[in-house]
Structures are given as C-alpha cells and as structure tokens.
C-alpha cells in the first residue's frame, strides 16, 4: 500500500506546474485518495484563478466523501481574490486531510487546520515538509518580510571573469546554461541589472530560449544615463520596463520615459553614491513584487553581496580562462581570510560544458 510520503510527492509535482504563473501566490498541488486509488488531482495554475484543492475536487471522478486528500500547502481560511479552499474541503467531508507545510501568511497561520479539526476531519501535518517548505522559499520570505526574495545570478570563467578586459562578454556560457538563464527568468517576479549593463550589452532581457512570461525588468540608472534606443525600452506591452533613479537623474529624459510607458522609481544613495538596494527591495515589496532575479553587472554583484541581501546565489562557470578582465565580484572590503563568505549548502549541476553552482551564504555567528 502506498503511504502518505508517496502522494505528498506526487502533489509536489503537480504544484511545481504553476511554476512562474501562480506568483505572488505560492505554488501548491491537491491529490485525493480513496480505497488506495487517486480519484482527483489540481494546481495552482495561475494567480487570480482556483486553487490547487478546488481544481481537484472539480477533477474528481467520483465523491470525496471519506476519502483522503493531500495538500502541499495549508487549505486558505479567508477570502481573497476566491474564497476560502478549507470551507470546500470541509463541504466535501473528507476522512482526511494530509498538509505538508503551515502557511504562513497572517492570514492563514493554523487556522485552515484549525477549521479542520473543529470539524472533526482528521488532520496530519508535516508531510514532506521540508520539501513543501523548499518548493515556495520566495513565497515564505515575502509573505512574512515584505521584501522579496533575491536570486544572484551570473556566468564567468574559471578565473572568476564576467568579461574580457574590453567588456565582450558574449558567450561565456554554453548554449544549455543560456536556456537555464531564460527558465531562471520566467521564475521571478522581476529581473534587474545596473545601467553598466545595459550600456555594454544592451541586453533585452525577455524569455526567448524558453516558454515563459517576461518578468518586469528593473535598471538601476541613478543618472538616467541608458539610451532612449535601448532595447529594454522598447515593446512595454510585451515586457514591462522599470528604472531606478535618484535625485541626480536628468531631467529632461524624464518626461520622455514616461511618455514611452518606463516605471520610475526613486530611492535614496548610500554613502557610496549608489542606489540604496535595501530601500529599494522594501518598496519592491511594498508594489507585490515577491522575488528579484539579479542579474549584474559587478557593480550590482558586489553590492548585493556586500549587504548581505542574496537569498541564493547560482554562478554558472565555464571551462574558460581569459586571465585579465572584468572580475564578478569586486571589493567586498574583506582583508582576512576569516571574513569571507561561506557558501552552503553547495550543489553542483552540469549545464552543457559549464557547472552550475547553486548555495546560500552563511550568517556569520555574532
């Protein structure tokens, strides 16, 4: 007989289809189980539309009376843009009810299972909950910080560099990371890089390689410096654009990027003289936007990692030495050995002729 871990993956699975349309919703997946046989299974397929438990019990071949049902993610208990999935689980009086992991949105917290409960429905909860926990990481961190999830991603050579000394960067990654680069993409809410970068590359910053929808693209531009010409600019109903500014942006380009459909965001400096990143992550979720893919160049590299603000980092490195040239990271003010950042856990994938390392950084112990 198949046992509760077995379903619970099977639900994972199914939650990982809304993968990057169910934003800033988490993603989760329902299977129902009766006499051992899976009857009804749904998704969360897109924010705005059912959720993954309705879409099951719709999908059912036959009652949901005494049956079991699998949930990745605590059934809802308030009304949003659909109402309440626990009321509907309850209406349907299941024998049980298997969750992976308590949501935590304020919202939520306990009271989908303590509804359950209260209804007498048989409650099991932690199934696969580190999983269920890892499959919405950006949701967890929205929903109870306000700020969104931040991905730092780049490719370089062997020897750490981004770009050649004259700043030609095309390709250092193999075609496989580059269609990686472009599902990366289409997981995050927004994508954003500095103006160096679209001043260099003049990159467009959409999902071509791959099926996906255009994250909003974000440009750090504190002196409105990029060209009107510049093909981020250009097709706002194909992908939206944003630009970050300052007070020292120029004027007269303002009006301009307004009348082409461009988003300004204004944010304060650092002592530095750059844009203060963890301003601009607060206001990023004060505007929904639940996770960030952070694109470059070093500049913006360095900055994020030198304020402790990545939530994960993914370094695509290709099997290429250029020796002197542009480093991904600069000066994070380190001067011991002591002092530099530990990565973990650390996961190796091969992505065509390059490797793929994905980790977070370690807190330093106070």
């Known amino acids: ?111 989908g299972i303590a509804l359950l409960q209260k209804q007498g429905v048989e409650t099991c909860v932690g199934i696969m909950e580190t999983e269920c926990r890892l499959l919405n990481e950006k949701f967890f961190k929205f929903i109870t910080t306000g700020i969104p999830f931040i991905t730092l991603k780049y490719a370089q050579t062997l020897d750490g ?47 071509r390689l791959v099926k996906g929808r255009n994250p909003l693209r974000i440009v750090l531009d504190s002196r409105l410096r990029i060209p009107l010409e510049s093909r981020i ?33 204004y944010t304060n400096m650092t002592e530095k003289g750059e844009i203060n990143l963890s301003e601009l992550f607060q206001k990023l979720g004060q505007k929904g936007v639940s996770s960030v893919l952070v694109e470059g160049g070093s500049s913006v590299i360095t900055s994020v990692l030198r304020e402790g603000l990545a939530d994960k980092l993914l370094v695509i490195i290709a099997p290429k030495i250029v020796g002197k040239g542009i480093a991904g990271v600069g000066d994070l003010g380190i001067t011991l050995m002591d002092q530099a950042l530990t990565l973990f856990p650390i996961k190796f994938k091969k992505l065509g002729a390059d490797f793929l390392l994905e980790a977070k950084i370690a807190v330093p112990s106070p």
């Open 1 to 111: 007989m198949k046992n509760d871990e077995y379903y619970m993956r099977r639900a994972l699975k199914l939650a990982k289809k809304g993968e990057g349309q169910a934003s800033p919703n988490p993603m989760v997946g329902a299977v129902i189980v009766k006499d051992g046989r899976i009857i009804g299974e749904g998704y969360h397929a897109c924010c705005g539309e059912n959720h993954a438990e309705i879409n099951a019990i719709e999908g059912s071949t036959e009652t949901i009376v005494g049956a079991d049902f699998y949930i990745t993610l605590e059934p809802c208990s308030h009304y949003g843009k659909t109402p309440p999935c626990v009321d509907a689980l309850i209406g349907h009086k299941p024998h049980r009810v298997v969750i992976g992991a308590m949501d935590p949105n304020p919202l939520v917290a306990g009271q």
């Open 161 to 207: 560099r981004i770009a050649t000394v004259t700043g030609h960067s095309r390709w250092i990654s193999s075609p496989e990371s580059r269609r990686y680069a472009h599902r990366l993409r289409g997981t995050h809410d927004a994508i954003l890089v500095g103006a160096g970068t679209v001043l260099l590359d003049d990159p467009e910053l959409t999902i």
């Open 233 to 265: 600019l250009q097709n706002q109903n194909h992908a939206r654009t944003m630009i970050v500014t300052t007070g020292r942006s120029a004027k007269g380009k303002l009006k301009r990027l307004k009348d082409m459909g461009i988003e300004l965001l």
